[in-house]
């Protein structure tokens, strides 16, 4: 369900793996796309052509899983195994969790930057992690199937509990995004015009990596606002008040207190990232 | 005067345009390496050795300029330029200018990640802004040979005030060094231990370039903010006002107003950086 990018990736990498894979978007171009990509065996708007599939992949927006999934039960077999590729848990398996049994929450944490079919990418998900957050009440074959696939993508499999995945995500992704986004907010407060035109010609690779995810997609940094807004809460909270006391240390010049924490981030960072 | 990075890279191109480069560290095996990469002329670590130059590029760290001069200035002739290399400029022109009139503030936005005469580069300038700091009292025969030195190093020269530099770098480099490594800060303040693993283990691209610059050499963050106190303070001041409001967005769902933000930072970047 769904053939953008994330779908159509899936869908070029199983069926390299034998599995036969049909597609639906609401898009009649989409299904013609992803045909022609080789990304699905067949496509259709219709939902029902699902219907038979053993594992359905929800890969339409996070604004449409819900939704789609109403939609799409009552044409369901009882033992037929959905898993979504959202990048917030917690709001989507509240929903999913109570209506169907067999459903298996997802989070492929590969991407481009580019959207639709056309972007879809043999091996995307290849070396990644790919977070899987099952419910007490998840049928342990339901889980089974879902690791095997994506053991054969060849990703990194994680298993969390899903608010435990939307304050993991929420420090290294969505935070980022808001904190590298006020840095261009506020330099573009500068009240003098003369000394905003210097910043922006002396703008070089620092202010080129701080700043790159706060000027990526709006609709992308919208929606993980909007769908795991207290994990983010929470992140935007602990970030002030620890920038309180940076703002505390140089206005006291307390620099041994600035020096123990740069020194302390230089070593901490590459715990996190290379 | 000084034989790192940015002073070996400039006697190289110096050289290689016909100039006679005298080097002078306090290090005697920096000078020996000097000579040996060919970044000099000849080198010594006694002051003096540098008196019967046109002009003197003081290349130390900020912290040794201004002692630097002091010790320098008995054993010069009086039309003698010097000029400086320092990232923050008004500390620097605060005290040489006074001390000795012809002295042009300088600042070349080049470096290497690497210290030392080892880390010299040939044309490690070339195409990069070059600002120059003069003072209303400067006389312009000093400016015009400065000038004249920095355009044969192939890099882009900018004329401003030293305050109106040092605000400009604030905003894109000294602030983006602290929003940066205070990311880093906030997320090890996660209270959960398995939700900090997950977010060490989850973090890709994103995380990684925000992340960048509050990971670097702490010693020269340290620097910063020591010597651009006032102008990296009105950043700090700035930003967490702006991330007050992004803040108050989020409490309040006020969605319209975040994508809007959202969108005028995407716009904005480019301004600063391709």
Not at 11 to 20: C, I, K
Not at 40 to 59: M, N, Y
Not at 119 to 125: D, I, R
Not at 215 to 222: H, K, Q, S, V
């Amino acid at each position: 369900m769904g053939l953008g990018s994330i779908g159509g990736s899936l869908g070029l990498d199983l069926r390299s793996l034998g599995f036969r894979v049909v597609g639906v978007s609401r898009n009649p171009d989409t299904c013609q796309k992803a045909i022609a990509l080789g990304l699905v065996d067949e496509a259709s708007v219709s939902l029902p052509t699902v219907a038979s599939a053993q594992v359905i992949f929800l890969c339409t927006p996070i604004a449409a899983i819900a939704k789609t999934t109403l939609e799409l039960i009552p044409h369901l077999f009882p033992n037929t195994i959905l898993t979504d590729v959202g990048s917030v848990k917690e709001p989507i398996v509240e929903v999913i969790a109570p209506l169907w049994q067999n459903f298996v929450g997802g989070h492929p944490m590969a991407g481009t930057t580019q959207q639709g079919p056309e972007a879809a990418q043999a091996g995307l998900f290849q070396g990644k992690p790919y977070v899987l957050t099952p419910t007490d009440s998840t049928p342990a074959t339901a889980i089974k199937t879902v690791e095997e696939l994506v053991r054969q993508l060849q990703a990194q499999i994680y298993y969390c509990r899903a608010p435990e995945h939307d304050q993991a995500v929420a420090w290294i992704s969505h935070l980022p995004v808001m904190v590298s986004a006020n840095l261009i907010n506020a330099c573009l407060q500068e009240p003098e015009p003369t000394v905003l035109e210097l910043a922006q010609q002396f703008a070089s690779s620092g202010f080129r990596d701080t700043s790159r995810v706060g000027g990526g997609n709006p609709e992308l940094g919208l929606m993980m606002a909007q769908y795991n807004r207290q994990a983010l809460l929470k992140g935007l909270y602990q970030y002030r008040q620890s920038l309180e006391q940076i703002t505390d240390w140089v206005e006291g010049e307390n620099w041994q207190a600035l020096a123990d924490l740069l020194r302390m981030t230089q070593q901490a960072r590459p715990d996190f990232v290379d």
